[in-house]
């Protein structure tokens, strides 16, 4: 039942933190949203898991907002240089967000509301009382079924649409799932364990790639003069560092940057210069039309490569079934950044 859905109305909403809004000119508080059934979405825009909800959170917003329904994002960032308003804001613009976001860069409302991952849905009942949460990616159903219980309990002539159908094949309760290479972070400060490269914290240190029978998931490889730092593993070299990356999975994603240094990145922000460029290759070979991510170009060699124009999430590769291979990244400019690598499984539908 929809009911079982719900926890009773013991938990009273946390208020929101200070902090910039986008998308309204004032500070939501409780008092503002009292009355209504309000979905609070905590992402962060480089986060793969939160891009995949957001277009769940503005057709909500969109199908619901005759009736006594709001969403709030709070954008909660995982790595530093999200805490830009102007980074946040162009990616706010490019997913469609309409509905209001709150910049948590403190993490101060993420504390208050206990949340523990990106993405997390917190639903609050009209009366101020939180009623459903859920992590991940693969609850949207249940999420958008909890929404229609609360609405038709606040208002039980309420006319409300149909439940929607998955956006992604991947979130069909009849997928079938494959366990691929878990997410990897390149910092010290999140990444270094285990890796069998090592770290020089701070200072630029020349790395020998290891011959390809010696490398093994899930870790990553460096060639070249790199500068290990909290967050980021960034290009200390001029010109060919490489990066080899072996893993299990369907496709491929990595949070890069421009700089590592958040004052070159507000100034490339302004910058007319072309953006420092990755040539991407896999299994020895370059990208193909079949097995290239969306942001995949390609030079008049055929070479396969990335611009790397603003910190962001880059897809690299979207290969057309589940499998092991290794990545070949070559680095074009000093002082270009890695994050982090995530892995998507692929799906089949039952």
């Known amino acids: ?139 949207f159903r249940e999420s958008e079924r909890a929404v229609r219980r609360l609405l038709h309990e606040h208002d039980p002539e309420a006319a409300l649409p149909r439940l929607m159908d998955p956006i992604h094949p991947e979130d069909d309760p009849g997928a079938d799932r494959y366990r691929a290479t878990p997410d990897l972070y390149v910092g010290y400060e999140r990444g270094a364990l285990g890796n069998p490269m090592g770290y020089a914290a701070s200072s630029p240190m020349v790395y020998d790639l290891p011959r390809e ?43 890069l940057s421009p700089s590592a240094d958040p004052v070159e990145v507000a100034l490339n922000l302004r910058s007319t210069d072309a953006p420092p460029r990755v040539d991407v290759f896999q299994d020895g070979a370059p990208l193909t039309p079949e097995n290239a991510g969306r942001d995949v170009l390609y030079d008049g060699g055929g070479v396969s490569y990335l611009m790397v124009e603003r910190p962001r999430l880059y897809e690299l590769v979207r290969n057309p079934a589940f499998g092991s291979h290794e990545l070949e990244l070559t680095v074009r400019a000093h002082g270009l950044a890695f994050y982090s690598f995530t892995f998507t499984s692929s799906v089949v539908a039952g």
Do not use: K
Request: a negative charge; aromatic letters at 14%; glycine letters at 8%.
């Open 1 to 139: 039942m929809d009911a079982d859905l719900l926890d009773p109305p013991l938990t009273p909403m946390p208020g929101f933190a200070p902090g910039e809004w986008l998308n309204i000119d004032h500070p939501l508080t409780i008092t503002h949203l009292r009355g209504r059934v309000v979905m609070i979405d905590f992402w962060d825009y480089t986060c793969l898991a939160c891009l995949r909800a957001i277009p769940y959170l503005s057709t909500w917003y969109e199908r619901y907002r005759e009736t006594d329904f709001a969403v709030v994002g709070v954008h909660t960032p995982e790595f530093r240089f999200a805490r830009t308003r102007a980074l946040v804001e162009r990616a706010a613009a490019d997913l469609g967000i309409r509905y209001p976001v709150l910049l948590d860069n403190e993490r101060r409302t993420w504390e208050q509301f206990a949340v523990r991952a990106w993405p997390t849905r917190v639903l609050v009942d009209p009366d101020g009382y939180v009623r459903h949460r859920a992590e991940g990616v693969t609850t």
């Open 213 to 255: 029978y010696a490398r093994r998931e899930p870790y990553f490889y460096a060639g070249g003069i790199w500068r290990a730092g909290l967050e980021s593993f960034a290009f200390a070299g001029q010109d060919g560092g490489q990066i080899a990356l072996p893993y299990t999975a369907y496709g491929v994603s990595a949070v």
